[in-house]
């Protein structure tokens, strides 16, 4: 277990992009970005890292515990060796917390990862969604569903143009007008803030695009942001405005994408939220692959502590949205 001090950067990024899992979540910069102050369990042999898992942590009431950052779908164990013993990760990083949140496993740990028995630790299977673009677009189109070439079609009847930006203020707007309201609870200020310095620190890299659709009228209506990075185009954030929804914009930008990429080795990742099946089947309908990770949470506080913790839980998730005024139709 390494501190976020004692973490040697350039060891862990050399770790993370030599590894089979890859991802660009588990890069130094991007997680300072999302969990400032994380920390890591690292097999490190001959002044190399050989095996990383980062760890976000955070405090509350003086107790330490592990999260699962916004804008980070995915984190879990990155290896350079073959025969990694992901059980030693696991067990230490249990020994190591009292609380875990929940923590999502990457979709490459998924094939090897396996939890021993224990009452206190629940493990969820969830899926993101895959589009394999190694095919030519005519292919990959033909995989469409009914749903999605009827929204391409109207989409193009709309006569939208599609451009690429660099200000992701439009986008952010969208969302707080049309889906944050829809959102229980609402979305925080400091979520918004988050992506505005992620978005940053990615158009330092190069490794974003950010899309947004006109109407005729040059209204934005619409807008997509991708990260690319390895052999990975992630779909992370997007919204659209009351007529873009319509207008079915983001059909139309995720198209563009699978046609400019179509027949190149990467993946479309659309980050799929694990509850939203709605959303889901909307990416499952461009023909993409369920694709299996791992979540986990565990509670190893006092008994009385966890009635508390339980209670807690079920007040904002079940109670609390049926006190709070119905939004008018």
Request: some cysteine; glycine content about 4%; charged content about 20%.
């Amino acid at each position: 277990y390494l501190s976020h001090n004692q973490i040697n950067k350039q060891k862990w990024d050399a770790c993370v992009e030599a590894s089979t899992q890859r991802i660009v979540y588990a890069l130094s910069w991007y997680l300072d970005v999302v969990a400032p102050g994380w920390a890591a369990l690292v097999l490190e042999q001959g002044n190399q890292y050989k095996a990383v898992m980062p760890l976000p942590e955070a405090r509350k009431f003086g107790i330490k515990y592990v999260f699962q950052p916004v804008f980070c779908q995915q984190l879990g164990i990155f290896s350079i060796i073959e025969d990694i013993d992901y059980s030693e990760f696991t067990s230490v990083f249990l020994q190591q917390y009292s609380y875990i949140s929940n923590y999502n496993f990457n979709t490459e740990n998924s094939k090897l990862l396996l939890f021993s028995f224990n009452q206190k630790l629940k493990v969820k299977q969830y899926y993101t969604h895959h589009l394999h673009l190694n095919h030519p677009y005519e292919d990959i189109y033909k995989n469409y569903s009914r749903d999605r070439k009827i929204n391409l079609k109207r989409a193009l009847k709309k006569n939208l143009t599609v451009k690429q930006s660099n200000d992701i203020e439009p986008l952010i707007t969208m969302f707080k007008e049309d889906v944050a309201r829809r959102i229980n609870g609402g979305v925080s200020e400091y979520s918004y803030e988050l992506l505005r310095q992620l978005y940053i620190k990615l158009n330092e890299k190069q490794m974003e695009f950010l899309y947004y659709t006109y109407t005729l009228d040059g209204e934005i209506d619409s807008g997509c942001l991708f990260i690319m990075y390895a052999n990975k185009i992630i779909y992370l954030f997007s919204a659209a405005s009351v007529k873009g929804r319509k207008n079915n914009g983001r059909t139309y930008i995720i198209n563009l994408i699978t046609k400019k990429f179509a027949n190149k080795p990467y993946i479309l990742d659309f980050e799929s939220h694990p509850d939203n099946l709605a959303i889901n089947h909307v990416y499952q309908g461009f023909g993409s692959e369920d694709t299996l990770y791992y979540q986990v949470s565990y509670n190893n506080f006092p008994k009385p502590l966890q009635v508390i913790k339980e209670a807690r839980r079920l007040f904002y998730q079940q109670l609390l949205p049926a006190f709070q005024p119905k939004s008018k139709a």
